[in-house]
Nanobody, 122 residues
Framework: EVQLVESGGGLVQAGGSLRLSCAASGFSFDDYVIGWFRQAPGKEREGVSCISSSDGSTYYADSVKGRFTISSDNAKNTVYLQMNSLKPEDTAVYYC???????????????WGQGTQVTVSS
């Protein structure tokens, strides 16, 4: 059974940091791309970042470049999203997802976690 479990969300003040984790199981982790997405109330789900577990290639949305860093620990089948200099507009439910292709388009992804709430207060 494929499982993606996010953790690490919470409430933080603007300018603060959080590290999200995505623990994956039930599929060949090294063959997949793991993406982070977010969805704020009343808005569409958007791509934040993704990483190829096979070669470590990374991609970022313009809105998070220079502030967020994605990384992968293949030994633990876990992907991290380090979020620094957080802004109130980063407030959303953050999801991780898995797919065979590196893309920032949500509907391309086959497997999804349940999400973790990130709230940034001003």
């Amino acid at each position: 059974e494929v499982q993606l479990v996010e953790s690490g969300g919470g409430l933080v003040q603007a300018g603060g940091s959080l590290r999200l984790s995505c623990a994956a199981s039930g599929f060949s982790f090294d063959d997949y791309v793991i993406g982070w997405f977010r969805q704020a109330p009343g808005k569409e789900r958007e791509g934040v970042s993704c990483i190829s577990s096979s070669d470590g290639s990374t991609y970022y949305a313009d809105s998070v470049k220079g502030r967020f860093t994605i990384s992968s620990d293949n030994a633990k089948n876990t992907v991290y999203l380090q979020m620094n200099s957080l802004k109130p507009e980063d407030t959303a439910v953050y999801y991780c997802a898995a797919d065979l292709i590196a893309t920032m388009i949500p509907y391309e992804y086959d497997y999804w976690g349940q999400g973790t709430q990130v709230t940034v207060s001003s």
